[in-house]
């Protein structure tokens, strides 16, 4: 079953690689269809730019962590090593960086991430049942567990379907962030805070049920140091308003 | 002369555009949604024809996954700088630019080559 690959004839598509593709263009087309029912202030030209800083942002920072990740690759660094390696926090924090480095550089003030929210909690969702299809192969697998939920990916062991319990806990976040706006009108740029905020938060208490490179010393695995960083970046941001 | 309406500014009707040449006139939009789904069935043709030459029991000479999605990545961007340097066609350089990157992005990483060479 793992890794699932979808067969037409006698060609083979990864199921991993489909649900990528699938995620990016669904999250597209939900960003368009929003943005067609809302009010944005950025213009498409602006809206172009920021798309650009938060890819070539996401590229360096899902690379670099992701290398951080597997030390042992550093032994035989080359640009396969370099661009094998991906991590959707090092993409997120990343991209963050390359939209308020481009904002800052067009002179957009506004915020820009409120009408990605929803997209982007889509796209994580379809592109984690393609982490979970790839079983061991991803890197993404959970710890053992003996729980009767766990999923055994094809080596004997019955393993945390962590990716899953990500799409549970992002459909969960999308459902509480609808449910209070239809409450109450969030202010700007609120919706992809609390995204971030919720989304590293979970992925901090996650990482300690995946079978992960420790910093030594610190117990801790680089993407938890990287979230830490990004829960300093939000405090900093909520002093700067206060 | 009673009668004659002479039109001015503060009698034109306020939604009326008023044109000026020398200003420059919004670039149309580059189809991003289009270039970045070509791109997207490029990798995915390229991805199913990868295993036929070996199912068909012939010596498979396709060139590896990372170097097709390095090449096409690399096109993308180049045609992009190029674009950069027209005005009429920068807003098309950006959508070309951020299509090298999201290949670069998706391409590796996945199944299709970190499974390759690291299991």
Known sequence: MYPFDFHIGAAKLSGHLMFEMLSYTLGYRLYVW??????????????????????????????????????????????????GQKTIIGGLLGGLIGVELTKKQIGVRTSSGDLMTYPLIFALALGRIGCHLAGLTDGTHGKPSSLPWAVDFGDGIPRHPVNLYEVAFLLLLAGILYWREKQDALSNGMRFKIFMIAYLSWRFLLEFIKPVWLVPGLGLSSIQLAIIAGWGYYFWDWRRYK | ????????????????????????????????????????????????????????????????????????????????????????????????IFSGVLIGLIGYGTCMVGYLFFS
Request: charged share 15%; proline share 9%; aromatic share 10%.
């Open chain 1, 34 to 83: 929003q943005r067609a029912r809302s009010r944005d202030l950025i213009s498409d030209d602006g809206r172009m730019w920021i798309f650009l800083g938060a890819a070539l942002g996401a590229f360096l920072g899902s690379h670099i962590l992701g290398v951080l990740e597997h030390p042992d690759y550093l032994k035989h660094f080359n640009i396969q090593v370099w661009m």
């Open chain 2, 1 to 96: 002369m009673p009668g004659k309406t002479i039109s001015t500014p503060s009698n034109l009707p306020m939604n009326e555009p008023l044109l000026d040449e020398s200003e420059p006139q919004p670039q149309p939009v580059a189809p991003l949604g289009k270039v970045v789904l070509v791109n997207f069935l490029i990798i995915l043709l390229y991805s199913a024809l990868q295993n036929l030459p070996a199912n068909w029991g012939i010596k498979q000479h396709l060139m590896p996954p990372f170097l097709f999605i390095l090449l096409q990545m690399f096109a993308n961007i180049v045609l992009g700088v190029v674009f950069l340097f027209l005005p009429k066609y920068r807003s098309l350089a950006s959508v070309l």
